[in-house]
């Protein structure tokens, strides 16, 4: 499964019960899997956005910004000098459900006091990501390019890597890149809540 043992697949179905949820699960999985058949080899680190393929092995190293291991990250939370920002990608209600569907949203763990700002780590962005992605930065900033922020999403998830780097390009001079993301924390004894996109 994409999520951990504590997360919910990204959407749940109750239509026909049993049939729904199994296909849905499914689909998750096929769509967002990790290779575990991919190779230990250092993995190149790309001149631009990765486009594909967001659960694969990512590269040691992001240009521009620091990599934190475990105990680096949590040296920054329990400091409070930095913004933690999963960005976890988030599926919306489907369109043209059967009407008798009930849609539950499912439920999303992340770094307590962390900030989610979903879908803002694919490789091409819309124009309303990137606007929800440029605002949302200077909100949780206050407009101070300096400040120490923190991406991360599971291990081996593209999504940060991207994300970061993209925030390097709107200007941010303190970022930071937390390849371990959420499975790390958990391994370390840091909590995980259950958290809700920032509107």
């Known amino acids: 499964m994409f999520e951990n043992p504590k997360r919910a697949p990204w959407w749940l179905l109750i239509s026909s019960p049993a049939i729904l949820l199994a296909l849905s699960c499914a689909a998750v999985d096929v769509a967002y899997a990790v290779d575990a058949a991919a190779p230990a080899a250092a993995v190149p680190e790309p001149t631009d956005y990765r486009m594909e393929d967001f659960r694969k092995p990512v590269p040691a190293t992001l240009a521009g910004a620091t990599v934190l291991a475990n105990d680096a990250a949590r040296t920054l939370w329990t400091g409070k000098?930095?913004?933690?920002?999963?960005?976890?990608?988030?599926?919306?209600?489907?369109?043209?459900?059967?009407?008798?569907?009930?849609?539950?949203?499912?439920?999303?763990?992340?770094?307590?006091?962390?900030?989610?700002?979903?879908?803002?780590?694919?490789?091409?962005?819309?124009?309303?990501?990137?606007?929800?992605?440029?605002?949302?930065?200077?909100?949780?900033?206050?407009?101070?390019?300096?400040?120490?922020?923190?991406?991360?999403?599971?291990?081996?998830?593209?999504?940060?890597?991207?994300?970061?780097?993209?925030?390097?390009?709107?200007?941010?001079?303190?970022?930071?890149?937390?390849?371990?993301?959420?499975?790390?924390?958990?391994?370390?004894?840091?909590?995980?809540?259950?958290?809700k996109p920032l509107p």
């Open 81 to 195: 000098t930095a913004v933690f920002i999963d960005v976890y990608p988030h599926a919306p209600k489907p369109a043209n459900l059967p009407k008798e569907t009930l849609w539950r949203e499912p439920p999303h763990y992340s770094i307590e006091d962390a900030v989610w700002l979903p879908n803002v780590g694919y490789g091409v962005l819309s124009q309303a990501t990137e606007s929800y992605f440029k605002e949302r930065l200077a909100q949780i900033t206050g407009g101070d390019k300096t400040k120490a922020l923190v991406f991360f999403c599971l291990r081996d998830c593209w999504m940060s890597w991207n994300s970061a780097k993209r925030a390097m390009t709107y200007g941010y001079s303190s970022v930071n890149w937390y390849p371990d993301g959420t499975d790390g924390w958990q391994e370390i004894g840091g909590l995980v809540v259950e958290t």
